[in-house]
C-alpha cells in the first residue's frame, strides 16, 4: 500500500513538474525578425491571455540578446517597433502582420547606420551606409537577403577539377578571365568565360528588369572584357545546352544594321562558336556580381547619368529617377494587362531607351514619330531583336539581341 501511494504521489509531483514547464514555454512569445525566430519574455498589456498593444519582448539566451519594444495586434506585432541589442547596436523598424516591412534603419553603438526596406521580412535591393553625423558614406546591394559585399568576402577561388565533380553549392566562388561571348534567352544572360588556365565556364544571371530580391549586380558584358565574377555553384553541364540561345550585346555596341552578318562574324569568333557547340560539360555558375577589370565602378551616390554608363552598368541605376524627351521609334500596347511599350531616342543624341508604363481609359497613347517627355525611374533592362533581325525572317539562332536601359513611367507626355 505504501509503495502504491509513493508512487501515486511520483506522477502527482511529474505531472505538477510537466504543467509547470509547459506554463514556462507557453509565457514565451515569438517573434521572428528576417528570417530567424526567436523566443522572449513579454511583459505589456494583454487581451485574452495574448499581448495587444503597447509591450517589451525580452530575449536572452544563446541565439540572442535583446529588448524589443513594439505594438501588438491579438499577439501578432503591427507598427513600430524598436530592437536594443546588447552590445549598445540597435535597429529600428515596422511590423506588419508580424513581419518588418518598410523602411529599416540600422545603427551600431558608434552611432553609424544602414537604411534599407524590407518586404514580408525580406530586406532588398539597396543598403545605403551613413556615419554618426548622418553623412552618406557608401551603397550595397541585397541578393538573397545577403550584402552582396559579405558574400564577396565569403568567395573562394574554384578549383576547376573539384567542381566538374560537384552538385550545387551554397559556397560562392569567386573566378577572373576573359568573355568569349554572351548569349541570351528571354529572362536570362548566359557568359562564357575563359580563365587564365583556358578552363571554360557559363556564368548566368537574370537580366531584365530589376529583380527585386535576387538582382545580380552585373554589368552588361561584351566579348573580350576581362572581370571577377561572383556566384554560386549551379550545377555542371554540357556546353551545347546553350547553343540556341541568341547573341546579345548592349545598345552601345550595337552593330550596324546594314553590315549585320559581316560584325557578326568578326564579333564571333570560330573557337567560341566551336565551344557553344561542344558536348564538354564545364560549371555552370549563377551570379550575383562581377567587376569589369580598369573600370572604376559606377558611384551610386553620386551618378554621372551619362547614357554609356546607364547602358553599361544599368542595375546600379535601378530605381534612380530620370527625365526623358525624345522620339517614338515603335510603339506596342497590351490590352490585356494595360500597358505600353515604348522605343525612343533621346532628342539630339543616338541615345536609346524602352520606357514601360501602364495607361487608363481616355489616355493618348504615343505614336511613331511623336515627341515625349517620359518622367520615371531606370528599370535595369529590356532586350529586342536587332533592327535587320526584325526586317528579315532570320533563324532564330543566327539573330541578335540588342540590350536597351529600361524605364519604369507612370505616364508620357506627348508635346
Known amino acids: 500500500m505504501k509503495k502504491a501511494f509513493k508512487f501515486i504521489y511520483f506522477l502527482f509531483f511529474l505531472l505538477l513538474f510537466s504543467e509547470n514547464a509547459f506554463a514556462e514555454d507557453?509565457?514565451?512569445?515569438?517573434?521572428?525578425?528576417?528570417?530567424?525566430?526567436?523566443?522572449?519574455?513579454?511583459?505589456?498589456?494583454?487581451?485574452?491571455?495574448?499581448?495587444?498593444?503597447?509591450?517589451?519582448?525580452?530575449?536572452?539566451?544563446?541565439?540572442?540578446?535583446?529588448?524589443?519594444?513594439?505594438?501588438?495586434?491579438?499577439?501578432?506585432?503591427?507598427?513600430?517597433?524598436?530592437?536594443?541589442?546588447?552590445?549598445?547596436?540597435?535597429?529600428?523598424?515596422?511590423?506588419?502582420?508580424?513581419?518588418?516591412?518598410?523602411?529599416v534603419k540600422d545603427c551600431l553603438a558608434d552611432g553609424s547606420y544602414r537604411v534599407y526596406s524590407c518586404t514580408d521580412?525580406?530586406?532588398?535591393?539597396?543598403?545605403?551606409?551613413?556615419?554618426?553625423?548622418?553623412?552618406?558614406?557608401?551603397?550595397?546591394?541585397?541578393?538573397?537577403?545577403?550584402?552582396?559585399?559579405?558574400?564577396?568576402?565569403?568567395?573562394?577561388?574554384?578549383?576547376?577539377?573539384?567542381?566538374?565533380?560537384?552538385?550545387?553549392?551554397?559556397?560562392?566562388?569567386?573566378?577572373?578571365?576573359?568573355?568569349?561571348g554572351t548569349f541570351d534567352d528571354s529572362t536570362s544572360t548566359f557568359v562564357l568565360l575563359e580563365d587564365g588556365d583556358e578552363h571554360i565556364y557559363v556564368l548566368t544571371y537574370k537580366n531584365v528588369a530589376t529583380d527585386k530580391y535576387n538582382q545580380a549586380i552585373v554589368p552588361n558584358l561584351v566579348t573580350g572584357d576581362t572581370i571577377t565574377a561572383y556566384g554560386f555553384l549551379q550545377k555542371c553541364d554540357v556546353l551545347s545546352s546553350i547553343s540556341d540561345y541568341r547573341r546579345s550585346v548592349p545598345v552601345t555596341s550595337e552593330p550596324d544594321s546594314s553590315a549585320l552578318p559581316e560584325s557578326i562574324l568578326q564579333s564571333e569568333e570560330v573557337k567560341t562558336e566551336n565551344l557553344r557547340s561542344s558536348n564538354s560539360t564545364v560549371p555552370f555558375l549563377l551570379l550575383f556580381a562581377a567587376d569589369v577589370r580598369g573600370e572604376a565602378a559606377t558611384d551610386r551616390l553620386a551618378p554621372s547619368y551619362e547614357y554609356d554608363d546607364v547602358a553599361r552598368n544599368p542595375y546600379l541605376y535601378s530605381d534612380l529617377s530620370c527625365s526623358i524627351t525624345g522620339e517614338v521609334t515603335q510603339a506596342q500596347i497590351n490590352y490585356e494587362n494595360g500597358t505600353v511599350s515604348i522605343r525612343m531616342e533621346e532628342s539630339g543624341t543616338q541615345n536609346k531607351y524602352v520606357v514601360r508604363y501602364t495607361f487608363s481609359d481616355g489616355d493618348s497613347i504615343p505614336a511613331i514619330g511623336d515627341t515625349i517627355v517620359v518622367d520615371g525611374a531606370y528599370a535595369g533592362n529590356s532586350k529586342a531583336l536587332s533592327e535587320a533581325d526584325r526586317d528579315t525572317s532570320s533563324d532564330e539562332t543566327d539573330s541578335i539581341y540588342i540590350i536597351y536601359p529600361r524605364i519604369n513611367s507612370k505616364s508620357v507626355r506627348i508635346l
Open 121 to 180: 521580412g525580406r530586406p532588398y535591393k539597396f543598403i545605403t551606409y551613413y556615419d554618426a553625423s548622418g553623412n552618406e558614406t557608401g551603397v550595397d546591394a541585397f541578393y538573397q537577403m545577403q550584402p552582396v559585399s559579405s558574400l564577396k568576402d565569403a568567395c573562394i577561388e574554384p578549383e576547376y577539377g573539384l567542381m566538374l565533380n560537384s552538385f550545387y553549392s551554397t559556397t560562392p566562388y569567386k573566378i577572373s578571365g576573359t568573355v568569349l
Open 26 to 103: 507557453n509565457d514565451k512569445i515569438a517573434v521572428t525578425i528576417f528570417s530567424d525566430t526567436y523566443y522572449g519574455t513579454y511583459e505589456g498589456n494583454m487581451e485574452n491571455g495574448v499581448p495587444a498593444g503597447d509591450g517589451t519582448l525580452t530575449c536572452s539566451d544563446d541565439s540572442a540578446d535583446f529588448t524589443l519594444t513594439g505594438t501588438w495586434e491579438a499577439g501578432i506585432l503591427n507598427g513600430k517597433a524598436t530592437i536594443n541589442y546588447s552590445d549598445g547596436s540597435y535597429l529600428t523598424a515596422s511590423f506588419k502582420d508580424g513581419l518588418i516591412s518598410g523602411r
